[in-house]
């Protein structure tokens, strides 16, 4: 049976109307004779017009949420809420029901890790298939599959056939059918995973491209945190069939103790002896660009180490983390530390040496001189 609900930790997102919502939604699998639960009460809430990225290892869970998202999964409990629409209301209440489940469907699109195309079928016929099931004419189909495949960049492909393509190609091919019902919600199932990283910035590309194109609203699923970082704007942590951290990938990469903004940027490094103060420190915005970590150094007459340190661009801004090491025990660099968030940095202490404390303070430190402090 399901496990007792977490609530998750959330960093605070900002406005927007949620266009994907699960609440409550649970799968358990019979295996053998027992039970094995894949979802274990997870929470979600999309923003629409954003690019939603679900993370975690495997077997996390994260593969059983977006089936159940559209419902290719029945969820065992909780509900699921796409554009306004509950489709787990719509789920064995007859053929009503089932039609309209069937539409609602029909808006949204799904790409498959491994692209399920037809090798018997043209690039043009796979991208008609699901505008033949939707009922579309000859003609209109093919004109339709035809701007698709132009908007992707495949035009000139249309008449080959999938074992003709190379693996991004036929992965452009399954974006293109993914669209043919002209969804407003696209979800993506681990899309990069069996491409070249070459191949895979290129697709992530064509996901944001189509996401700021046709106003789409993107969730994927994936256990690669670059492309969390090459295109997602919001960012969940999935661990064992729950959510445990979740929101804007900005705000998580401010917040304090953040799981995931450790997996994104990850910083190591050992301290050279005992006796030092061992601090992450976070940059973003424009504090990114500016030499912080000297003149802390200049300003408080102190030898800094840097341990480790990552920099990359999220979102088309420059965010990085740096794990530095202060001489002296906590208590001794309380006002270094109330330098770095002056600056507008996020600062964590990590080690705080023997006996030294791994506390921050939750407030600002005021002000001091450079004379005080000494």
């Not at 059983?64 to 787990?88: F, H, K």
């Not at 190609?169 to 979800?187: F, H, S």
Request: charged share 25%.
């Amino acid at each position: 049976m399901p496990r007792a609900r977490r609530t998750p930790r959330r960093a605070l997102d900002s406005d927007g109307n949620p266009v994907i919502t699960t609440s409550g939604l649970t799968k358990v699998y019979q295996s053998r004779g027992r039970e094995v639960t894949a979802l274990d009460g997870v929470d979600l809430h999309v923003r629409e017009g954003e690019v939603y990225g679900v993370i975690g290892q495997s077997g996390a869970g994260k593969s059983s949420l977006i089936r159940c998202v559209n419902l290719l999964e029945r969820p065992t409990s909780g509900t699921v809420t796409v554009a306004g629409q509950d489709l787990t209301a719509l789920v064995g209440r007859g053929r009503r029901a089932g039609k309209e489940l069937r539409r609602a469907r029909s808006r949204i699109g799904m790409v498959f890790q491994h692209f399920n195309l037809l090798d018997s079928r043209t690039v043009r016929d796979n991208v008609e298939l699901p505008l033949e099931i939707l009922g579309l004419s000859g003609q209109a189909r093919t004109r339709k599959a035809l701007e698709l495949l132009d908007l992707v960049g495949l035009a000139d492909k249309a008449k080959a056939y999938p074992g003709q393509l190379s693996g991004g190609q036929k992965q452009r091919v399954g974006i293109a059918r993914a669209l043919a019902g002209d969804p407003k919600v696209l979800l993506s199932d681990e899309a990069t995973s069996a491409l070249d990283p070459e191949t895979t910035r290129s697709v992530l590309q064509l996901l944001r491209d189509l996401n700021q194109e046709l106003g789409l609203t993107v969730l994927l699923i994936t256990h690669e945190m670059d492309v969390v970082k090459t295109v997602c704007d919001s960012a969940a942590l999935m661990k064992k069939g729950r959510i445990v951290e979740s929101g804007t990938v900005g705000s998580l990469l401010a917040t304090p103790g953040s799981e995931l903004a450790h997996e994104l940027f990850p910083v190591g490094g050992t301290p050279a002896g005992p006796g030092s103060t061992v601090v992450d420190v976070t940059f973003h915005g424009e504090a990114a660009a500016q030499p912080v970590i000297s003149q802390l150094s200049r300003t408080y007459n102190i030898d800094i180490s840097i341990l480790g340190a990552a920099m990359d661009t999220v979102g088309g801004k420059q965010i990085g983390r740096m794990r530095i090491e202060l001489p002296g025990r906590f208590e001794e660099n309380v006002v270094p530390i109330g330098f770095l968030r002056e600056q507008g940095l996020q600062a964590e202490v990590v080690d705080g040496g023997p006996g030294g404390s791994t506390d921050i303070p939750a407030q600002t430190p005021a002000p001091l001189t450079k004379e005080v402090a000494k």
